[in-house]
């Protein structure tokens, strides 16, 4: 064979070879060693600074970080119901939040003015708490008739951009009705100061929302676990024809579903407004985007996974941009926290699109 027609084959063979590596899995090998690397020696720089948080300072940003997470991990929940049902991302569900926290702020607001907040703090909460509740289920029932339920055969982004119009028409309407000025959340008397819990000193407020988060949490996961309706869910969610067929009433079922999210949202829009003692019409945003990521890093679609998302990254907002970035000298930290919930999010659909329970069919809830 002539030495013109050996040369091309053995090109051949050797651009084979170079497609063969792994180019894929080396990047992503020599960006975790990266990130591995930033993170071990931006702690350990933290860690050792004359001026560094004592302990007492890390235990504080661990409970503010659960507390955070406790709230996420509700709003998260909203996201995971109805993606596991509908295969959609309701952008608009952090409006749901912003409404219900919104308008319970008049009636806590008028409680503390006439002074029925302090006299009678359980029945004044109790009732901030279901007016909560009815104004974001509400809202979140409207939404699926008029905005989603005439596209749920429409394809996927059409829902998605009707998602983020919502999102802006609900927050431009709070706008344009109720001012664009923050405003002070009231809180009780009884939630202020703070208790010892295994000798860390936490705030009341914080007590109160890890506990009713987690019982909400629970309540909801032995309901689809337990109850008709909540089989009714986790049929549709895996085959809406075959659950119709069976005579499931799918268009009852997804209503169900956006008004548990909505509840959710609504329990955990009084919790922020007395954890953090301020709402705004913009105050959906963030807290949504972060519910999001954390529904993804648990595993969207995954009642679990959004539980343990929401609280993983409550305690990283709190904690990781002072741990991994006070050691290069970053003079605040905690300015880039909505920089470090994209981060997670992107790491997250990098290295395991599943989520950190290994979910990977959203349907299973």
């Known amino acids: 064979m002539s030495e013109s027609g050996v040369a091309p084959r053995v090109a051949d063979v050797r651009l084979s070879a170079f497609e063969r590596i792994p180019w894929r899995r080396l990047i992503l090998i020599v960006l975790a060693v990266v990130m591995g690397t930033v993170v071990v020696v931006g702690t350990y720089k933290t860690l050792t ?5 004592s302990l007492e300072g890390w235990k504080n940003l661990v409970v503010q970080g659960i507390a955070q997470g406790a709230i996420l991990a509700m709003i998260a929940l909203g996201y995971s119901l109805v993606y596991g049902i509908l295969r959609m991302i309701n952008f608009a569900h952090g409006e749901v939040f912003m409404a219900g926290a919104f308008i319970s702020f008049f009636f806590i607001d008028a409680y503390a003015r006439s002074g029925f907040l ?5 029945l004044a909460l109790s009732i901030v708490l279901v007016v909560a509740i009815v104004s974001s289920l509400s809202i979140a029932v409207l939404l699926e008739r008029l905005a989603y339920r005439p596209l749920r055969n429409a394809p996927r982004l059409v829902p998605l951009i009707t998602a983020i119009g919502a999102s802006l028409f609900i927050q431009n309407a709070f706008r344009g009705f109720f001012g664009a000025q923050p405003r002070g959340y009231p809180q009780p008397d009884v939630l202020q100061g703070t208790i010892s819990i295994l000798g860390v000193d936490v705030r009341r407020v914080y007590v109160l929302v890890f506990i009713v988060a987690v019982v909400s949490m629970l309540v909801l996961r032995a309901f689809v ?36 999210g909505g509840a959710l949202a609504g329990i955990a829009a009084v919790l922020y407004g007395l954890a953090f003692q301020q709402v705004v019409f913009t105050m959906g945003f963030r807290p949504g985007i972060a519910a999001f990521t954390a529904a993804v890093l ?10 343990l998302g929401g609280f993983t990254l409550g305690i990283l907002q709190a904690v990781g941009p002072q741990l991994f970035l006070s050691g290069f000298g970053i003079p605040s930290p905690n300015s880039v926290r909505d920089a470090f919930v994209f981060l997670v999010l992107v790491i997250v659909l990098i290295y395991r699109p599943g989520g950190l329970l290994g979910v990977s069919d959203p349907e299973k809830v």
Do not use: H, K, Y
């Open 298 to 307: 648990g595993g969207i679609g995954s009642i679990s996974g959004a539980a």
């Open 118 to 122: 302090n006299q009678s703090p359980i």
């Open 225 to 260: 676990a337990r109850s008709r309706t909540g089989r009714s869910m986790r049929a549709v969610a895996e085959d809406r024809e075959i659950a119709s067929l069976m005579g499931i009433n799918v268009d009852r079922t997804v209503r169900t579903t956006f008004a548990l």
């Open 49 to 53: 600074l004359d001026d560094a948080f």
